[in-house]
């Protein structure tokens, strides 16, 4: 993933584990006007958006890489 972009989106439904092989990624939620509430921010060998993909419900948050990233699923 390149920086900026989205790995995945607020109310959509898990389709894997992610885990970030290289780079950093931060998690948000986004108000009514636009603005970022950074929730988590996440690095080398960590695992992202495993809760809603264990709870069977869509993502409370959304995801965006910090820098390039290399990120598998």
């Given amino acids: 993933y390149k920086k900026k972009q989205t790995i995945y989106a607020e109310g959509s439904y898990p389709n894997g584990l992610f885990f970030?092989?290289?780079g950093k990624v931060k998690t948000f939620k986004?108000?009514?006007d636009g603005k970022e509430l950074i929730i988590g921010l996440?690095?080398?060998g960590d695992f992202i958006g495993y809760n809603a993909l264990?709870?069977?419900n869509k993502y409370a948050e959304s995801a965006s890489a910090l820098e390039?990233?290399?990120?598998?699923i």
């Fill in 20 to 22: 970030i092989v290289k």
């Fill in 30 to 32: 986004t108000n009514s």
């Fill in 42 to 44: 996440y690095k080398d």
């Fill in 54 to 56: 264990l709870e069977e």
């Fill in 68 to 72: 390039d990233s290399e990120v598998v």
